[in-house]
């Protein structure tokens, strides 16, 4: 129980890098000595250090003998970082436990043989259902090759999607609007057509203060991305004068 108990606390670190990741996966780090949590961290930005490299700043020489818990198979390539397997090896860890392998070819098992090669106690599929549905975008990437798409549809319970008159008005909640909001800001483009361009004029932005306060306090203002805006418009009918231009 106590290796779910501190992997839970991985997944929740986790989640705070799902608005500001893209095109990394969001992955938390825990590391354990004697029970208690000497170091722990997640990861924040593409190019920036990884969630492990974090949790062993924290951990310092605390780290050599502890347990290291990871929503991701660490890396074991050179990218914009060097690979966190060689971090971990480095400063002592004596056991690792990773949610899941990370499908991406150029780790895909890697990290975690290199782990054990250097005497390091490897498991990995603990509560690896959750690391799965975090990271939904980059594992169909990593996977297939194409992008993980959301349909986004606003309509009443009857079914209709605009007034009779063909006004332009809100059909939905403000709860509503909040999650779609959530899921611009998590999404890395947003398709349309010239029909929904011409028919509403939409920015199709994400407005960071019809954002609830919890994704506020995750993603500050000063860190917004906008994702980008694809329109659909074979007859070349949306002109400089509509908002999404």
């Known amino acids: 129980m106590q290796d779910e108990y501190y992997m839970a606390r991985a997944l929740k670190l986790a989640q705070r890098g799902r608005f500001t990741t893209h095109p990394n996966p969001n992955v938390g780090c825990v590391i354990v000595k004697d029970g208690e949590i000497v170091g722990e961290g997640y990861h924040q930005r593409a190019g ?15 780290a050599k003998g502890a347990t290291a818990y990871v ?13 966190c397997c060689d971090a971990l090896i480095a400063a002592g860890v004596a056991r690792v436990v990773a949610a899941m392998q990370d499908p991406n070819p150029q780790v895909a098992g890697r990290g975690l043989y290199r782990l054990q090669q250097a005497g390091i106690d490897v498991s990995h599929g603990l509560m690896m259902s959750e690391p799965e549905q975090l990271n939904k975008g980059f594992l169909k990437r990593m996977r297939t090759g ?49 029909a929904t361009v011409l028919a509403d004029d939409p920015a199709l ?41």
């Not at 909640?173 to 800001?185: E, G, I, T, Y």
């Not at 407005?207 to 418009?233: F, G, H, M």
């Open 48 to 62: 920036e250090p990884h969630a492990e490299v974090h949790a062993l700043r924290m951990a310092g020489e605390k």
């Open 71 to 83: 929503t991701l198979e660490p890396c074991s390539h050179h990218g914009r970082t060097p690979p």
């Open 146 to 194: 194409f992008p993980y798409i959301q349909l986004k549809l606003g309509a009443s319970l009857d079914g209709r999607t605009a007034m009779a008159s063909g006004e332009s008005q809100w059909i939905t909640s403000p709860q509503a609007r909040r999650d779609v909001q959530r899921q611009r800001a998590q999404s890395h483009a947003i398709l349309t057509s010239s």
């Open 205 to 245: 932005t994400v407005r960071w203060s019809e954002l609830d306060e919890q994704t506020q306090a995750l993603y500050p203002q000063q860190n917004l991305r906008q994702p980008i805006r694809i329109v659909i418009d074979s007859q070349n009918r949306v002109t400089p004068e509509h908002r999404i231009v």
